[in-house]
């Protein structure tokens, strides 16, 4: 018994071989797009050289365009690859032959669904934040010094957004706003995603395996976005930026009057959809736990 | 001696066809026992429900004391059919697999076993033979000091030579005190391993006795199993 293992956290090691199997392929994107920002770099560098030849820098010029677009390329391919490995990994590692083993781990299903949506809502959020700022980054410099339009700087508009806010307490609450909204929506479509999976592989639907699931998938996310939008109807609840440099969280009423010019954001959906969200893991951890037939 | 297999009144129906229709036995640990009955008798739905698969059943399963999840799956060690590997793994992101979740499982041994029967570490499991495979998930499954090892067909599907290799090292393998839990169809090739006998028909009990209660007569196992079969399905 002396090479038995040691004692070990199993979520902690569900949430570590999740992101192994996903990291093999997802993280060569990532490498891709960082050596290609480095050409990108490298190109820009070059290019201030003044004593180099028009040969020269056309040469780098091409270079430097190629980086650009091919780098815009990767960075939108990254979310159709992590998306296929959202989907991939769940179908595959909890509903394939391999099922077998992920299933009777000593885990429970909240555990393996749990570490599942950590890891891969991670990836999703993180890969579209990198699409986004690398269409950012890219498409101003492009149109700073290829279109030859205004110099648009990622920092200018930074800076620009900034001074509209009063205060700093305001910048905070709207960064804190967007990041939430960001993260619950993104976390959202994942927990639609695994849920429509799981109920495709209950006995009833199992013959049509992963084809049930996009209908499924279109219902659910109609039904609980009008769900949201219900809710805003019944109760609108908004988190204010006043004028006084303060926020406040209010209920919408009829007759209501609002003195700030500012900016209203809508508190409603994102209540919801964390509501949904919790459901939505209970309902998939039953499905995943009670119903799923593995072939 | 307590129990390490207990069902009672246990039934299971996919829809309107019953697989298990109110099945009550049990085992006391440390024996091996062979679970046998012809194709669709049943047998892979009880596996599946005493390894925590299938939950949703009726009646009351317990394994080692608990109801199967959680605890009981850290007491069971699982070989089913199947390769329920993850086809990019290599030999050894297998057995890092397994040491993470199962705190029984013997490293050290799974390495010298692995070098013994010739498995490349690095090599992945997608480019093994069947045969590689089968030995990999044998290896991670008997280096586990299981308190009930389940194996669904072990001997299914592989070459005489290969059966006696399966049944040598399950039988060096298995630790004192644990219960190894069978089924299979090749009954003459490991009837003189069981201890006890559960088989099962159309999802019910037929015979659950002793070995040596069952041969009394001077018949095999596999006699018995000819004659029970023969007689009620008209084989």
């Given at each position: 018994m002396t090479g038995v293992s040691k004692k070990k956290n199993k979520f902690l090691m569900l949430l570590k071989n999740d992101f192994l199997a996903s990291a093999r392929v997802i993280s060569l994107f990532y490498i891709a797009l960082a050596l290609l920002f480095a050409l990108f770099g490298i190109c820009t560098g070059i290019a201030k050289i003044d004593s180099l030849s028009v040969e020269v820098l056309n040469k780098v010029s091409t270079v430097h365009t190629v980086s650009i677009a091919v780098s815009m390329l990767v960075s939108f391919l990254l979310i159709f690859v992590t998306f296929f490995f959202v989907v991939y990994d769940f179908f595959k590692s909890l509903f394939g032959q391999q099922?077998?083993?992920?299933?009777?781990?000593?885990?429970?299903?909240?555990?393996?669904?749990?570490?599942?949506?950590?890891?891969?809502?991670?990836?999703?959020?993180?890969?579209?934040?990198?699409?986004?700022?690398?269409?950012?980054?890219?498409?101003?410099?492009?149109?700073?010094?290829?279109?030859?339009?205004?110099?648009?700087?990622?920092?200018?508009?930074?800076?620009?957004?900034?001074?509209?806010?009063?205060?700093?307490?305001?910048?905070?609450?709207?960064?804190v706003y967007i990041s939430v909204f960001f993260f619950v929506m993104i976390f959202s479509f994942v927990f639609i995603v695994y849920f429509a999976i799981s109920l495709a592989h209950v006995r009833i639907l199992q013959k049509f395996s992963l084809i049930a699931s996009v209908p499924i998938f279109f219902v659910l996310a109609a039904v609980f976005f009008a769900l949201a939008m219900k809710m805003s109807d019944i109760v609108n609840v908004f988190m204010l930026f006043n004028d006084d440099h303060t926020i406040s969280i209010s209920i919408l009423r009829e007759g209501m009057q609002i003195k700030s010019q500012y900016m209203m954001m809508p508190i409603t959906p994102i209540i919801s959809f964390i509501i949904i969200d919790v459901g939505m893991f209970f309902a998939t951890s039953y499905v995943m736990h009670k119903k799923v037939n593995l072939k | 001696m307590a129990d390490i297999i207990t069902v009672k009144n246990l039934s299971k129906s996919y829809g309107s066809h019953q697989v298990l229709?109110?099945?009550?036995?049990?085992?006391?640990?440390?024996?091996?026992?062979?679970?046998?009955?012809?194709?669709?008798?049943?047998?892979?739905?009880?596996?599946?429900?005493?390894?925590?698969?299938?939950?949703?059943?009726?009646?009351?399963?317990?394994?080692?004391?608990?109801?199967?999840?959680?605890?009981?799956?850290?007491?069971?060690?699982?070989?089913?059919?199947k390769t329920y590997l993850a086809s990019w793994m290599t030999t050894k992101d297998a057995v890092n697999y397994i040491a993470d979740f199962y705190d029984d499982f013997d490293k050290?041994?799974?390495?010298?076993?692995?070098?013994?029967?010739?498995?490349?570490?690095?090599?992945?499991?997608?480019?093994?033979?069947?045969?590689?495979?089968?030995?990999?998930?044998?290896?991670?499954?008997?280096?586990?000091?299981?308190?009930?090892?389940?194996?669904?067909?072990?001997?299914?599907?592989?070459?005489?030579?290969?059966?006696?290799?399966?049944?040598?090292?399950?039988?060096?393998?298995?630790?004192?005190?644990?219960?190894?839990?069978?089924?299979?169809?090749?009954?003459?090739?490991?009837?003189?391993?069981?201890?006890?006998?559960l088989m099962i028909g159309r999802g019910k009990v037929l015979i659950k006795d002793k070995v040596e209660n069952i041969t009394a007569s001077g018949k095999t196992i596999n006699d018995v199993f000819k004659e029970v079969f023969s007689v009620d399905w008209g084989f």
């Open positions: 099922g077998y083993l992920s299933f009777t781990l000593p885990v429970s299903s909240h555990q393996l669904l749990g570490s599942k949506v950590i890891i891969y809502g991670s990836w999703l959020a993180i890969s579209y934040a990198v699409f986004m700022f690398t269409v950012y980054f890219m498409g101003t410099y492009t149109i700073d010094n290829v279109i030859g339009q205004e110099k648009i700087s990622l920092v200018e508009t930074l800076m620009m957004m900034l001074g509209d806010f009063p205060s700093i307490t305001q910048l905070i609450a709207y960064a | 229709n109110d099945v009550s036995f049990d085992f006391k640990e440390g024996q091996i026992i062979g679970l046998l009955g012809p194709n669709g008798s049943g047998k892979t739905s009880l596996i599946k429900i005493l390894v925590g698969l299938i939950n949703d059943y009726k009646g009351e399963v317990l394994v080692d004391g608990s109801r199967p999840g959680k605890v009981s799956k850290a007491a069971v060690a699982y070989l089913p059919e050290e041994k799974a390495l010298v076993m692995i070098d013994r029967f010739q498995l490349p570490l690095k090599q992945k499991v997608k480019t093994m033979s069947k045969g590689m495979q089968e030995k990999l998930q044998l290896v991670l499954v008997m280096c586990r000091n299981a308190r009930l090892y389940v194996l669904d067909e072990p001997m299914g599907g592989v070459d005489p030579a290969a059966r006696d290799f399966i049944l040598e090292t399950i039988l060096k393998n298995r630790p004192e005190g644990s219960t190894i839990l069978m089924s299979t169809h090749l009954i003459q090739d490991v009837e003189e391993i069981f201890d006890s006998i």
